[in-house]
């Protein structure tokens, strides 16, 4: 623990609130990015059971759909 | 200059203030840790490596 007397110096009620919501934007924007570039999130969200069967079926092995590079 | 119960700026004494960081940083392991789990189901889900 470095880093242990910060809160000496930056408030509780300030840093701890900005910390969460830096890691919550972050997490956010991080899930935004796959949403637009990848398909199977989407895929996925929607629950096209139509697109599961086939791939069931078809490929055997789960694997989503070949995404865009 | 370091007395244990100097109240800083921020009203904490160095005791309380690394109180509060061991917890800071329990929660942040605990954060990790379901983040891990996540990305594995993800991954076992949707290989992006491959």
Same mark, same amino acid.
């Given at each position: 623990m470095i880093y242990g007397k910060i809160w000496l110096v930056?408030?509780?009620? /300030?840093g701890v609130p900005l910390f969460l919501g830096a890691?919550?934007?972050?997490? @956010?924007? /991080?899930?935004?990015?796959?949403?637009t570039n990848t398909t199977w /999130?989407?895929?996925f969200l929607?629950?096209?059971t139509k697109a599961v069967?086939?791939?069931g079926s078809a490929a055997g092995a789960p694997t989503a759909p070949a995404a865009k590079k | 200059m370091d007395d244990p119960n100097k109240?800083?700026?921020?009203?904490?004494? /160095?005791?309380?203030?690394?109180?509060?960081?061991?917890?800071?940083i329990q929660g942040t392991?605990? @954060?990790?840790?379901?983040a891990a789990l996540a990305h594995?189901?993800?991954?076992?889900?949707?290989?992006w490596l491959k």
């Open positions: 930056v408030k509780p009620s /300030v890691v919550a934007v972050g997490s @956010f924007a /991080v899930h935004a990015a796959l949403l /999130v989407k895929a929607n629950g096209n069967v086939a791939e | 109240v800083w700026p921020t009203g904490l004494t /160095v005791g309380e203030s690394e109180e509060l960081h061991r917890n800071i392991q605990i @954060f990790g840790m379901i594995l189901l993800a991954y076992i889900y949707s290989p």
